[in-house]
Antibody, heavy 116, light 108 residues
Framework: QVQLVESGGGVVQPGRSLTLSCATS????????LHWVRQAPGKGLEWVAFIGYNEGNQYHADSVKGRFTISRDNSKQTLYLRMDYVRVEDTAVYYC?????????WGRGTTVTVSS | SYVLTQPPSVSVAPGETARITCGGNNIGSKSVRWYQQRPGQAPVLVIY???DRASGIPERFSGSNSGNTATLTISGVAAGDEADYFC???????????FGPGTTVSVL
């Protein structure tokens, strides 16, 4: 079945870097766009970034633009989120999700805590 | 940037109808999606293209979109429908995906 599994979360100090991964299976990875969506503790959903099926289109939320970079490796069926210069306000559960007519498949998320 | 508004909470008795609104400037010209998120779980796509139910979603869930308001309607509400519901659109002017703040549905 279709699966998205995030990894790479943890505790990181402000100003440092972290890379999240999302391993996928059960579908033709190269045919789909993918997102990162985050949810701060007790808060709503916040879209972070999107990458098109062929990497041609990449969009980032204003709150992370210039600090975070979405990328993908179609040969490994894996999505990435490089997070540089992290801030306390980046603390959240980070979900990867597949884009079809909506965000139709979600992973369980990986938790990032930014703290000194 | 494009802003979506939702009521923080909606309460409804079992078997009744819950209506969750999503407001935005001329949102009727956009394609709206709705997501359900139960406590401790990842979100689930409920509605796409304003009115189409995602796979596995009961017919009790329906959507509409016109003018400045989109609406998710849950008919015959059951205890299992207690969750947070988020609307979402693609804003072409900014190339950003936007979520509403979410509405908590409580079944009395």
């Amino acid at each position: 079945q279709v699966q998205l599994v995030e990894s790479g979360g943890g505790v990181v100090q402000p100003g440092r870097s972290l890379t999240l991964s999302c391993a996928t299976s059960g579908f033709t990875f190269s045919n789909y766009g993918l997102h990162w969506v985050r949810q701060a503790p007790g808060k709503g959903l916040e879209w972070v970034a999107f990458i098109g099926y062929n990497e041609g289109n990449q969009y980032h939320a204003d709150s992370v633009k210039g600090r975070f970079t979405i990328s993908r490796d179609n040969s490994k069926q894996t999505l990435y989120l490089r997070m540089d210069y992290v801030r306390v306000e980046d603390t959240a559960v980070y979900y990867c999700t597949r884009e079809e007519v909506g965000m139709d498949v979600w992973g369980r998320g990986t938790t990032v805590t930014v703290s000194s | 940037s494009y802003v979506l508004t939702q009521p923080p909470s909606v309460s409804v008795a079992p078997g009744e109808t819950a209506r969750i609104t999503c407001g935005g400037n001329n949102i009727g010209s956009k394609s709206v999606r709705w997501y359900q998120q139960r406590p401790g779980q990842a979100p689930v796509l409920v509605i796409y293209y304003d009115t189409d139910r995602a796979s596995g979603i009961p017919e009790r869930f329906s959507g509409s979109n016109s003018g400045n308001t989109a609406t998710l309607t849950i008919s015959g509400v059951a205890a299992g429908d207690e969750a947070d519901y988020f609307c979402q659109v693609w804003d072409t002017s900014s190339d950003h995906f936007v979520f509403g703040p979410g509405t908590t549905v409580s079944v009395l």
